[in-house]
């Protein structure tokens, strides 16, 4: 989410790497980032009761196979920020990639945080 | 010391058969409490575990084994039931009261059979491999897939109700498909003669082959296909496949072989108790007869499950006293119904008959000796009778003066029974036993939602047939308790979208986040209400879909101003109005496609269809059509998509008007029209009507003195004729008249609603659209005519405006911090064209190679 504090002494290191600037986002949409070999869907809503969100979550449907959650509508449905995927319409909790519909899909999440003018996940 | 109390289960409870029944009795028997007393074991032959059988031809219409499956996966662990999965029980040992498998032994105290049938295959000599296929389990579903694979007719042995939808199945597999009847005519168990001819000449109209009458003596070796089926009478037929299905018989094998009693019939002899002659052994769905019957139906089988599952629970239950056999069914896309005495072999019962020859209906109304009850029925080519007609049999419903006005076409004779006429009695939903008095009891406790109805009580979750009517009754119950009943969109707004539609004109909305602030609930909207708002403020105000406020609300296929496809790339389609095209135009088209390697093929609507594009390539692409002269043609959008065209008066020895200059000028009149849904349109030149103008929403025929308008027809799904709103307009009046019309359905109709369906949902019919459009009655045709302009007048290509936008064009990348290609789309090569590769072929293609 927006920009984290400084990590407490005792954590273990968490490795957070640039994919890209803020510029490249579109606001309530997705854009898609190539993360050595793994591809992130990046998903940005400037302006939510919570404050400004960014999420990230693997861009492979598990339905169809193909890579394109990246390209789903984002909602909020039953509590949850929601993406739907834009082939079979079935709707992954941005949270944490579980699938509303079917329990047995569930997709990648990384943290994610704005630091500055980078996109930054969390790696390893 | 362990602390755990492991709760002591006193006694072993053995069920064979993981089948529909098997399957609905373990979860009657969590319910109801009997895992208190009983350690349950159950034994599947079928390596699957249970799945819903009733909709297994879906398996072919792309429903995979998951979500056939009856419950999810971890259902049995958790409740700490024992599955067996593809164990099957060898024997039954009934002295030491143990059942043998491949595993072993296990003892039970009690077992209930639950093995269902096996499909019955004539001993017809020959009979072997891809002409020996039968049509129960997912197993014989890819056995089908795989002979069909490399088969071009197929024939199906047996004209009954499985037998017709196997013949579906096969056509739906790209094969010619052919019936083979014993009997004299189709569906000889439901049906009467005059119902199977009905049927014949229906299912012959849709292409499938129907042979009555004939008995196959041998299979040989074909000539020009793979077999030859030699029938009785010296006549043969060659196909490539034989599925047999031609009735099933119940799986009493076990039971045989153990010595319980088995019925003349076969099944396994039960009570009303559904006990065997074993008092510690009983049966329950197909393989169980139950006064000389077996029930080939899933609803017995769940009333029986039922009262097993009660009585080991120590519930009070009802016998099992025999069940209804009425089916309803959409057969090859034919209603067919059949209620009770659908033959009318009641001693003294008397019959009425509706045949219409031109479209090939009929319905048969059987009546008791006194005339005063409905005993039988049934109905081909048309099911909106059925529900009223069984509810009449079932519930002993007094019949109307007029019995026969119980058949004739609607609006000629009697009202259909409303929800409130049926007793509390009545039965809705016959798979999962619930009344009308348990739908009210769950109204009366406040339920308001049809999900969480189907949830609580289960009506209409099995077989599905009977949802039409618990939704009826649910509303009409709600709407007499004075709930309003829950028309909302989604979530997130409790309006239809006409209302929506409404509110955003009258209010000047211009954007979703101030529609929901004002008259919506939560935040951010969802995959419903996006698209369909966004739909409306482009129709209302017309500004581009590119525009950063629209972006978000679309479908990927707007968003990015093409379709895509399964594998994630995308197909192009620009606009050829009316289908004519300069040879030097289609040159340009060969060159791009040829470039960007791009699958081509002619569209059903008259254009060319562009496959395989991924989004970076997009807008090079679209530059290159641009700088040709091409436009978006909308194949994305809820949008004007086609105005078909034939060649007219031009060249055509027939044609009496230009009806390519007037397609012509209606596509690029109405060209990015945001609607409901899409819309087509089509232009013929005479009344030989080559551009099939009376299946589309918007049709126009050539006249002598003018044109002839047609309105709302439907291809697809479910067709529609166009129905003739207007004779002989002139240009002016034609263009008039389609204004008025499509503004008056993008303001009314629906979320998705196609112009037919629309239609068909206006109370007052066609001549209330008439008055509207033609006779100005509501006073809104002024209103709609500028609204029109507005749209025509603000019209821009939706690429060319993207590609003029840096900003825009920024979406376009596949990855926003990497100038690769997705790595993980593969394509090969199929009659000198690219297409995607299949999971099967990813071995085919070399690791290292990239594809672009
Ligand atoms: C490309 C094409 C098939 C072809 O190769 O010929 C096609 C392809 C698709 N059709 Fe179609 N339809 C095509 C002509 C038709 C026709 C024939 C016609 O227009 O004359 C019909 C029947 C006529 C009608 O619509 O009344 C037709 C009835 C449908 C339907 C059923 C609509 C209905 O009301 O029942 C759907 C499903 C829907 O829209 O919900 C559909 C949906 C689709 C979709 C959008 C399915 C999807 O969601 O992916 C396909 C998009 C492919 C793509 O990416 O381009 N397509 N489709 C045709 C494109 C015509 C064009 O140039 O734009
Ligand atoms: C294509 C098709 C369409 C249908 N459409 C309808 C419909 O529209 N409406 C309707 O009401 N009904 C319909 N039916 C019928 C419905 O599916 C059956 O009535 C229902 O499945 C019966 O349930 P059952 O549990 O008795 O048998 P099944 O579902 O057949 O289950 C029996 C199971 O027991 C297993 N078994 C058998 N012997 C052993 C053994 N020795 N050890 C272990 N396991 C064993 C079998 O492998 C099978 O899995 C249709 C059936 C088919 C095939
Ligand atoms: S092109 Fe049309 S008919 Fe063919 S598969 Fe797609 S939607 Fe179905
Ligand atoms: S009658 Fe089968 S689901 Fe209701």
Not at chain 2, 340 to 364: L, M, Q, V
Not at chain 2, 485 to 509: M, W
Not at chain 2, 583 to 590: C, E, H, M, R
Request: proline letters at 4%; hydrophobic letters at 40%; glycine letters at 10%.
């Amino acid at each position: 989410m927006t920009t984290a504090t400084a990590p407490l002494k005792t954590a273990p290191a968490t490795e957070w790497r640039a994919l890209c600037s803020r510029a490249d986002l579109v606001a309530n949409s997705g854009v898609v980032a190539w993360l050595d070999g793994e591809q992130v869907a990046l998903f940005h809503l400037p302006q939510t009761a919570e404050g400004e969100k960014v999420f990230a979550i693997a861009n492979k449907d598990p339905k169809s196979g193909a890579n394109v959650i990246g390209r789903g509508i984002i909602g909020h449905l039953n509590g949850d920020y929601v993406i739907a995927s834009p082939l079979y319409k079935q709707h992954f909790r941005l949270e944490d990639g579980t699938c509303q519909e079917y329990p047995e899909q569930r997709l990648k999440v990384w943290p994610v945080r704005l630091n500055g003018d980078a996109v930054e996940v969390a790696i390893g | 010391m362990n602390a755990t109390v492991t709760p002591i289960k006193s006694e072993t409870l053995v069920i064979v058969g993981n089948g529909m029944v098997g399957h609905h009795c373990i979860e009657q028997l969590i319910e109801q409490g009997a895992l208190a007393q009983y350690q349950i074991h159950v034994f599947g032959e079928e390596r699957q575990r249970a799945y819903d059988r009733v909709h297994l031809s879906e398996y072919f219409g792309g429903r995979d084994a998951e979500s056939l499956a009856l419950c999810e996966a971890d259902y049995y662990t958790r409740h700490g039931v024992q599955a067996h999965l593809g164990v099957p029980v060898i024997a039954i040992d009934r002295e030491a009261g143990e059942v043998v498998t491949t595993e072993g032994r296990l003892h039970y105290d009690k077992l209930i059979l639950a093995t269902g049938s096996y499909p019955f295959v004539p001993p017809i000599p020959g009979a072997e491999g891809n002409s020996r296929l039968v049509y129960r389990t997912l197993e014989d579903l890819d056995g089908i897939r795989a002979a069909a694979a490399s088969a071009k007719r197929g024939v199906v042995v047996g004209g009954g109700l499985l037998g017709l939808e196997a013949a579906n199945a096969l056509k739906s597999l790209g094969l010619e498909a052919h019936v083979v009847e014993f009997a004299p005519r189709l569906m000889p168990v439901q049906l009467d003669d005059e119902g199977g001819a009905a049927l014949k000449a229906r299912i012959e109209a849709l292409g499938v082959g129907v042979h009555l009458s004939r008995a196959t003596q041998e299979i040989v070796a074909g000539e020009q296909y793979a077999y030859r089926m030699n029938f009785q009478d010296g006549e043969y037929l060659e196909t490539d496949l034989i599925l047999f299905s031609a009735g099933i018989r119940p799986q009493d094998a076990l039971a045989r072989a153990c010595g319980l009693e088995v019925a003349p019939r076969g099944g396994v002899v039960i009570d009303s108790e559904c006990r065997t002659s074993d008092p510690a052994i009983f049966a329950i769905g197909e393989c169980a007869s139950w006064n000389g019957n077996v029930f080939g139906l899933v609803a017995p089988g769940y009333t029986m499950a039922r009262n097993v599952a009660a009585q080991l629970a120590g519930q009070p239950h009802a016998p099992f006293m025999g069940a209804d056999m009425s089916t309803k069914l959409k057969l090859l896309g034919v209603d067919v119904g059949s209620i009770g005495d659908a033959h009318g072999a009641t001693a003294g019962s008397k019959s009425y008959r509706y045949i219409d020859e031109a479209t090939a209906s009929y319905r048969r109304l059987v009546v008791s000796a006194d005339g005063k009850t409905v005993i039988g029925a049934v109905l081909v080519g048309d099911n909106s009778y059925y529900d009223t007609l069984l509810q009449y049999a079932q519930n002993g419903i007094k019949l109307p003066a007029e019995p026969a006005g119980l058949i004739l076409p609607a609006g000629e004779g009697a009202p259909a029974l409303g929800a409130d006429a049926l007793p509390d009695t009545a039965t809705l939903c016959s798979c999962h036993n619930v009344t009308k008095g348990a739908v009210c009891c769950q109204v009366d406790a406040g339920v308001t939602d049809l999900g969480e109805l189907k949830a609580i009580t289960k009506a209409a979750t099995g077989c599905g047939g009977c949802a039409a009517l618990v939704k009826q009754v649910f509303e009409h119950e709600l709407a007499a308790r004075g709930v309003s009943v829950d028309k909302s969109l989604c979530e997130h707004f409790a309006y239809t979208r006409q209302e929506l539609y409404g509110i955003i004109r009258v209010e000047g909305i211009q954007s979703f986040e101030e529609l929901l602030a004002r008259h919506g609930r939560g935040h951010t909207g969802c995959d419903i209400c996006k698209p369909a708002v966004g739909s409306i403020l482009a129709s209302c105000w017309n500004q581009p879909i590119t525009d950063p406020l629209l972006i978000p609300l679309q479908d990927t296929n707007d968003t990015f101003m093409a379709n895509m496809q399964k594998n994630g790339t995308y197909s192009i389609v620009p606009r050829i109005a009316g289908g004519e095209i300069t040879p030097d135009k289609l040159i340009v088209l060969g060159q791009i496609a040829k470039k960007y390697d791009l699958y081509t093929k002619i569209t059903g609507g008259q254009r060319i269809d562009l496959f395989g594009a991924q989004l970076h390539e997009l807008p090079d692409i679209w530059g290159e059509l641009i700088a040709a002269g091409f436009e978006t043609g909308h194949a994305y959008g809820k949008s004007l998509r086609t105005v078909k065209s034939c060649v007219g008066s031009t060249w055509c020895r027939y044609g009496v008007q230009d009806s390519v200059g007037m397609a012509l000028h209606l596509e690029n009149r109405y060209k990015g029209l945001r609607a409901p849904h899409k819309i087509k349109f089509a232009v013929s030149g005479c009344t030989r009507e080559c551009a099939e103008a009376q299946s589309k929403d918007v049709g126009v025929i050539a006249t002598d003195k003018g044109w002839n308008l047609y309105v709302a027809g439907n291809g697809g799904m479910r067709p529609r004729h166009a129905e003739l709103f207007a004779t002989d307009l002139d240009d002016e009046t034609l263009v008039r008249y389609i204004d008025r019309f499509l503004m008056f359905y993008v303001h009314t109709a629906d979320r998705l609603q196609r112009t037919s369906v629309w239609r068909e949902s206006l109370e007052g019919g066609l001549d209330y659209l008439k008055a509207v459009i033609i006779d100005d009655s509501l006073g809104l045709a002024a209103e709609l005519e500028s609204q029109m302009q507005h749209v025509v007048d603000t019209y821009e290509c939706e690429w060319a405006n993207a590609i003029s936008d840096p900003e825009k064009l920024k979406r376009f990348r596949t990855f926003v911090n990497d100038h690769r290609a997705d790595p993980d789309i593969h394509f090969v090569k199929e009659r000198e064209q690219r297409r995607p590769a299949r999971d099967a072929e990813l071995h085919l293609i070399p690791a290292a190679l990239e594809v672009n």
